[in-house]
């Protein structure tokens, strides 16, 4: 996600000049970036999360993406480069629709995993409320074309079937696990 948000700051930066939709999304990334670093290197929060539950944190870093992930990634570079970097907003709608508090917390009771394995999805149940709001004020307030929308709304979706298959799939990897077990 950082880097991400990166290459659209820096796309945005560029088309600024003249471009009113680049400058507010070049605001509103510079601000917002900073909001989502949780550790020295972008994604080891989660593997902090992971260690946890006892994996390998050298292990975690070592898993290939899944095929969905590289194509959402993939995906939005296209756009942020090729078409317009306001397409990293409908990516970021995701995080503007996490678990809230008590769902993570009756997760936490149904698994009986430890408490020091949810902390980022505790810490973002609060804080993508306030991302989530932010991201719709600037989405409200930015001088939006239809073809803007347009990107924005399609980014979105195929961020959530991105992302949903590649979730799909982890499920249906645990449930051969599992079938294997009892078989």
């Known amino acids: 996600m950082i880097p991400l948000m990166e ?11 003249g471009d009113p939709v680049a400058a507010g999304l070049a605001n509103y990334l510079e601000r917002h970036i ?18 946890a539950l006892g994996l390998d944190p050298n292990e975690v870093r070592a898993l290939p993406v899944t ?3 590289e194509a959402l990634v993939a995906e939005q570079l296209a756009w942020i480069t090729d078409d317009h ?9 995701l995080e503007a629709h996490q678990a809230d508090r008590s769902t993570v ?12 394995a949810f902390k980022q999805l505790l810490l973002h149940a609060r804080l993508d409320l306030a991302h ?38 982890a499920l249906d990897e645990r449930a051969e696990v599992i079938d294997s077990i009892h078989n």
């Open 7 to 17: 290459v659209a700051l820096e796309r945005a930066r560029e088309l600024a000049p």
């Open 34 to 51: 900073p909001e989502e670093v949780h550790a020295a290197v972008p994604g080891d929060a989660v593997v902090e999360d992971l260690a």
């Open 67 to 69: 095929p969905q992930i």
């Open 85 to 93: 970097p306001v397409a990293i907003l409908g990516f970021l709608e």
């Open 105 to 116: 917390e009756r997760l936490i009771g149904w698994t009986g995993l430890p408490r020091e």
């Open 132 to 169: 989530g709001r932010d991201l719709h004020r600037v989405l409200d307030s930015l001088p939006l074309t239809r073809r803007h929308e347009h990107l924005i709304g399609v980014s979105a979706l195929l961020s959530m079937a991105f992302f949903t298959d590649a979730m799909l799939d």
